[in-house]
């Protein structure tokens, strides 16, 4: 069964989000996704905007979380969680937050992105050029890297596709390179 199905099947065809039914379509939950059902969700335009800009974010909007968050599906509770954590200055989403239960492994997840940090306390990683770098994006590769622990050289204008970062430090991002999952510098890369 392919993604689309999947997910008008497990959300009945509504946007997971807002339970909206017009104009939905297939997003990503960054910083892990593999593009499978379980790491996607099926959301509408508006929801889907709002997530995307938060410049576009309509707080009265997002009062539809009081019953999404509920919600069994992981991929979904990251997205409630993201998203209350954004809005969380308003009062209301605080409450709901209080009450949002995550497992340890999906509030990491939802975590992963960086969402709720102080500005001043997050790690921002740049590429060569002092591009900021986000999980999901696809950077190439500036220069030959030889790979610690294995005679693998990653060569110099290699995309590597979907990166996730390291939020410890940084300096680093991971990514695949000929199907090899490797740590790779930030200043060896380039944002495409």
């Given at each position: 069964m392919n993604v689309i199905k999947e997910l008008q099947e497990r959300s009945g065809s509504k946007c997971e989000l807002c339970n909206a039914t017009e104009n939905l379509g297939v997003f990503e939950v960054p910083s892990t996704s593999d593009g499978s059902a379980e790491q996607c969700i099926f959301v509408c335009n508006t929801c889907l905007e709002q997530v995307e800009d938060a410049?576009?974010?309509?707080?009265?909007?997002?009062?539809?979380?009081?019953?999404?968050?509920w919600s069994q599906v992981p991929a979904v509770q990251v997205m409630v969680w993201r998203m209350l954590t954004r809005l969380r200055a308003e009062g209301w989403p605080q409450n709901l937050l209080d009450m949002l239960y995550l497992d340890d492994e999906t509030l990491a997840w939802a975590k992963a992105t960086g969402e709720g940090k102080d500005k001043e306390d997050a790690i921002v990683h740049r590429d060569v050029n002092g591009v900021i770098l986000q999980a999901g994006d696809n950077v190439v590769l500036i220069k030959d890297l030889?790979?610690?622990?294995?005679?693998?050289?990653?060569?110099?204008?290699?995309?590597?596709?979907r990166i996730s970062l390291d939020h410890e430090n940084a300096e680093y991002i991971e990514?695949?390179?000929d199907g090899q999952q490797i740590v790779i510098i930030t200043k060896y890369v380039k944002k495409i």
């Open positions: 410049d576009k974010v309509d707080v009265n909007h997002w009062r539809c979380l009081n019953d999404t968050m030889k790979v610690k622990g294995s005679s693998m050289v990653a060569k110099q204008g290699t995309a590597v596709r990514g695949k390179v």
